[in-house]
């Protein structure tokens, strides 16, 4: 059995996934087609993710693939409508599959099967938190169990990812740069007097700001106090990041008043808000919450397939952890050939995971590609820039010099999970870096480059069976340095997806000033 699910145009953040099964379980393949035009957030028919996906499970032709699976907007009669009411692209292979073996399923339910299916969990409450679904849904409330997913409830009103959009565009990051605001917002707690009234009225699934935002558009209609500098901006970012956390502990406990449920899924662009996440894992309200790395529209591709799999095939749910390493493999050799394209490095094979902890002991800047790329917009060791989390100066450097990004941007720290509760006030793991705690106190100095101005970090802990080299990597500074924490960052500069090949990743290697790459088993270190 070969299910193919897809996220295509008019959306954002297109890409493919793949599930198959010969008889002895399910593989999978996912991959953003970003990461292959290298266009952020790309809107492009996912043409290429779809043959990566082919060739990393062995699917020859279209001929094998027993079901298409994808999501609408607004009109499910016709593949080819958007919400514009243009045509998307018509020289396609969609052409080549008999409309028997197509699916075309509501964006908010793939969220939730996209979360529900990749838990840990038999039962949970699922929460779907975003802009626009396929129907105007902007907040959806799912039963998820091994029977299925059922919609309880959902709202059609301007809610919460919609205001925390509309903030965003006012201070001036754009569209789909909400992950700015949620850093910036800790610098704007203690300055200026208020900007905003939301005015948001809270009822049962709904969080409802139509009297601040325009309708049909990312625009604020209620008057507001001028946002001029940088301290109104960053209180901006801080009023509607307050507003996110009190509209998401409300739709959490709705949920569990709702569904009774002892574990809540997380799903939607909203998801992403680890801040707001920690606040409702902290609220006592569940006994514990998962939200999957692709939490965002990038996970719609992964939600489809597993619908086509559990949903339509009603294949049941295997009892394993999915890995979030599912992107294309890529050989030895594959890795030879790509470092025969460039020069201005020099090639160490011998020694190289020696030689690559030595130099983030020494302060030095360290790319890594390694294995199956992570799905989700945040880097997870096998696409990852890597540095020293103990001179408080890193994070300056790294975003000037290698980021090219605003200065008050901060960096993830990684951490050996027996060690978590040493440095961060958090009783579970945090693998996905989805949930912000308190950096302890005695701590903040010790691994300053990682902890926010506010005291938080956005938390990634690892174990030797989900992250294998990069547990590694970790535990050898650990022994160098005597902290069990290095500085994470995505490989990638501001505006460009993270890198996928290994041509991708020697570019960016080399027009940055990263000191080395380590990529496989081969370290290269650059030339003066």
């Known amino acids: 059995m070969i299910i193919l699910g897809l996220h295509k145009d008019p959306w954002h953040s297109t890409g493919a996934a793949m599930v198959r099964d010969d008889g002895d379980g399910p593989r999978i393949a996912y991959v953003a087609e970003e990461r292959f035009d290298r266009v952020k957030d790309s809107r492009a028919f996912p043409q ?49 599959i008999a409309p028997e073996r197509m699916v075309v399923a509501n964006h908010h339910l793939l969220h939730a099967y996209a979360t529900f299916c990749t838990s840990p969990f038999d039962e949970a409450a699922v929460l779907v938190v975003d802009g626009r679904g396929s129907d105007n849904e902007t907040q959806s409330l799912f039963m ?136 409702v894992l902290r609220s006592g309200w569940f006994e514990d919450i998962f939200i999957n790395p692709a939490a965002s529209d990038t996970g719609i591709a992964l939600g489809a397939a597993l619908y086509g799999y559990h949903g339509v095939m009603r294949r049941p749910r295997h009892s394993f952890s999915l890995s979030p390493f599912l992107g294309p493999a890529y050989s030895a050799a594959d890795l030879e050939r790509a470092i025969e394209k460039f020069s201005g490095f020099r090639v160490v094979s011998k020694n190289a995971f020696r030689r690559a902890s030595e130099m983030l002991a020494n302060n030095l800047i360290l790319g890594c590609f ?16 890597l540095m020293s989390p103990l001179v408080a100066q890193n994070k300056d450097v790294l975003n000037a010099r290698v980021k090219h990004r605003e200065a008050f941007r901060p960096f993830a720290p990684a951490c050996l999970e027996e060690c978590a509760q040493d440095y961060f006030v958090i009783d579970r793991p ?70 996928e090949t290994p041509e991708d990743a020697i570019r960016c290697f080399l027009s940055t000033q990263i000191d080395a790459l380590l990529l496989g088993q081969i370290l290269l270190i650059k030339t003066p």
């Open 48 to 96: 290429r993710s779809v043959h990566a996906c082919m060739r990393e499970l062995g699917v020859n032709g279209l001929d094998e693939i027993d079901l298409v699976v994808m999501d609408y907007i607004r009109d499910q009669s016709d593949w080819r409508a958007d919400h514009f009411k243009t045509p998307c692209r018509q020289d396609v292979f969609l052409s080549e």
């Open 144 to 279: 998820a169990s091994p029977s299925g997913i059922a919609l309880i409830d959902k709202s059609r009103r301007i809610g919460v990812g919609l205001l925390y959009a509309a903030v965003t565009q006012a201070i001036g990051f754009g569209l789909l740069q909400e992950g700015k605001t949620m850093g910036l917002a800790p610098y704007g707690a203690s300055t200026g007097n208020p900007i905003f009234e939301f005015g948001g009225v809270f009822d049962a699934i709904h969080t409802d700001y139509s009297g601040f935002c325009a309708a049909g558009s990312y625009e604020i209609a209620s008057p507001h106090r001028p946002i001029e500098n940088f301290d109104d901006k960053a209180r901006a970012a801080w009023e509607v990041q307050q507003e996110c956390e009190r509209a998401m502990l409300h739709l959490g406990h709705y949920a569990m008043q709702k569904t009774g449920a002892r574990h809540l899924c997380l799903s939607g662009g909203v998801a992403l808000n680890s801040v707001a996440n920690n606040k």
């Open 370 to 385: 390694q294995g199956r790329s992570e799905m989700g917009p945040r880097a997870l060791g096998n696409r990852s820039i």
């Open 430 to 499: 945090s693998p996905y870096m989805l949930l912000v705690p308190e950096v302890r106190v005695d701590k903040r100095a010790v691994i300053p480059a990682v902890t926010h101005m506010d005291g938080t970090a956005r938390l990634q802990t690892l174990t030797q069976e989900r992250n294998g080299f990069f547990y590694d990597l970790v535990s050898a500074f650990h022994r160098h340095s005597g902290v069990p924490v290095l500085l994470n960052t995505s490989f990638n500069v501001a505006g460009e997806p993270i890198v």
